[in-house]
């Protein structure tokens, strides 16, 4: 069952990308024609964020090291990596026994043979205190595979040889 709010948020949603008429047939029929925010992503990452924490830009150099190399994709195509930021995904300490990890999604995007971009998504968990600091991410197959994402905001964690 979906809670009232987040039934509000989609119908707002919906309203938004749809002609008013067609409120009824998107619902009706779960969406449509694209709109500008649709269009296939880009192999062009966005600028790497500044006035990062040592802390948080140690786990994103990490994360484009990781995440790309224990996803399923090969990582030769993989192009760069998004994540949510570390330090605002702390594990709450009572959960963990420490106040230093933490838990990010990460979006590999790639591209298959003939160029047409894709991405992965994966789940990583880490700890600014450990060394290294993860080592492994996991795969995170909600949006598998698709071409094109609509959740924000991630921050750009880098290239695969970073």
Do not use: G, Q
């Given at each position: 069952m979906i809670e009232p709010d987040r039934w509000r948020t989609a119908v707002r949603s919906i309203r938004h990308l749809c002609a008013p008429g067609a409120l009824l047939i998107a619902l009706t029929l779960g969406g449509c024609a694209a709109s500008p925010a649709t269009t296939p992503a880009t192999s062009a990452p966005p600028t790497p964020p500044s006035g990062l924490s040592a802390e948080d830009a140690a786990a994103l150099?990490?994360?484009?090291?990781?995440?790309?190399?224990?996803?399923?994709?090969?990582?030769?195509?993989?192009?760069?990596?998004?994540?949510?930021?570390?330090?605002?995904?702390?594990?709450?300490?009572?959960?963990?026994?420490?106040?230093?990890?933490?838990?990010?999604?990460c979006r590999i995007f790639w591209h298959q043979a003939d160029g047409t971009q894709r991405y992965q998504d994966t789940n990583c968990i880490g700890d600014f205190a450990a060394s290294p600091m993860l080592d492994h991410c996991y795969r995170w197959v909600h949006y598998d595979l698709e071409p094109t994402y609509e959740d924000h905001p991630g921050v750009h964690a880098g290239p695969p040889d970073a």
């Open positions: 150099r990490t994360l484009a090291r990781v995440a790309p190399r224990t996803s399923t994709i090969d990582v030769a195509s993989a192009d760069w990596t998004e994540c949510w930021l570390p330090s605002a995904h702390l594990i709450p300490a009572a959960e963990v026994a420490d106040a230093t990890t933490w838990k990010v999604i």
